[in-house]
């Protein structure tokens, strides 16, 4: 009863309404006066589709041709373009990767990532690609797609020193495209002559957090409150995602007889608010006790991280195993109370 208690409380206080991520930056009108303010930073999903902009004047939503363009500062920089996608055609706002001669965009939407380059001022046609798979007795091969690499010729046809680069390309990945483009116009324009938009970034990013628990469980023969030290690791993708990790770590119990020792293995989802970010964990957490097995259960976590500067929080949460995939029957723990600081390395 208490596990189902603590799970509907996690999914209460974890429920996703409203949600807002503001930072600096500005939109462009249809007749070109910017204004300044904060946008609400989204996944690249949302933010192809609509823009919710505020300042002293504004609260609004725009979409796709309802202003011209808008950019976050020192970020993503975004422009209303009609996209044909195979035979579909769609109005959406296309990040600006590379502005010159030749354009280059990225959008993202439920069938997948999408590499297009201008056509026309305001039309912007997708890189095909093409994935395809044979059947040789029996097995299924990946054959590998030439597509993109006939288009990108006929579309780069004016410099063909470019081609031995286009012909390297064996999918399309954000940062080859910037660089050919880029090559593109170093070559006809000359160098600095284009504006890459794409700000660098660490492709992985990593969080480390050293961390104290107490927890009333039960594990294996051991039964009672316990106090464990240990350490969390958490790493993400910001091109994939800015709010989802994947955590492990290491928390280290001594034991009257034994040591005990948990290692988890979570997503966890973070709330973009500014000062005290809500979480929600899920995985799973295995057990080593020293001298009795070892054990495997679910784990839910929920807690929220405290800002204390722009790269350390203050970390609170709580968490339970629910039901146990266990090899000893001796192992299931109630609730655990955690506490640590939490650091961004990059």
């Known amino acids: 009863m208490k596990n189902i208690i603590l799970l509907f409380l996690i999914l209460f206080s ?10 600096k930056g500005e939109i462009i009108k249809l007749n070109g006066d910017t204004i300044r303010g904060e946008l609400n930073f989204q996944e690249d999903t949302e933010n192809s589709k609509e823009i919710r902009f505020r300042n002293q ?28 996608v195979a035979k579909d055609t769609s109005m959406i706002f296309a990040e600006y990767l590379v502005r010159g001669k030749k354009d280059l965009f990225y959008h993202r939407s439920a069938s997948g990532f999408h590499y297009s380059l201008s056509v026309s001022d305001t039309v912007i046609k997708e890189i095909p690609f ?22 990108l ?32 116009h170093d070559i006809n324009c000359g160098e600095g002559s284009c504006i890459i938009y794409e700000k660098k970034k660490y492709p992985v990013k990593i969080a480390f957090e050293p961390t104290f628990s107490y927890s009333l469980k039960k594990a294996f ?16 993708i910001p091109g994939s995602s800015e709010r989802l990790y994947i955590k492990t770590g290491l928390n280290y119990t001594k034991l009257r007889t034994s040591d ?13 608010f500014k000062v005290i970010k809500p ?9 080593f006790l020293s001298d009795e097995g070892q054990g495997l259960t679910t784990l839910v976590s929920s807690g929220c991280l405290i800002r204390l500067t722009d790269r350390i929080y203050l970390d609170f949460d709580i968490s339970t195993d629910l039901f146990a995939f266990s090899y000893e029957t001796g ?3 109630t609730f655990v109370a955690r506490t640590g600081i939490y650091i961004n390395i990059n």
């Open 153 to 184: 010729k006929v579309y780069f046809n004016d410099c063909p020193s470019i081609f031995p680069a286009i012909e390297q390309l064996k999918s399309l990945e954000r940062k080859s495209l910037i660089a050919l483009t880029k090559k593109y």
């Open 57 to 84: 004047d504004y609260d609004s939503v725009f979409r796709p041709f309802e202003i011209k363009s808008y950019s976050f500062e020192k970020g993503k920089y975004y422009i209303s373009k009609i996209a044909v």
């Open 279 to 287: 979480k929600f964990d899920i995985g799973l957490n295995m057990h």
């Open 331 to 333: 192992v299931f723990l």
């Open 130 to 151: 093409k994935i395809e798979l044979i059947n040789l007795d029996g097995i299924n091969y990946q054959k590998e797609s030439k597509l993109h690499i006939g288009y």
């Open 260 to 272: 005990y020792i948990q290692i988890p293995i979570q997503f966890e989802y973070v709330y973009p």
């Open 221 to 236: 023969s051991h039964e009672g409150p316990m106090y464990s030290y240990g350490g969390n690791l958490y790493l993400w």
């Open 14 to 23: 974890c429920k996703i309404y409203a949600q807002t991520d503001f930072r």
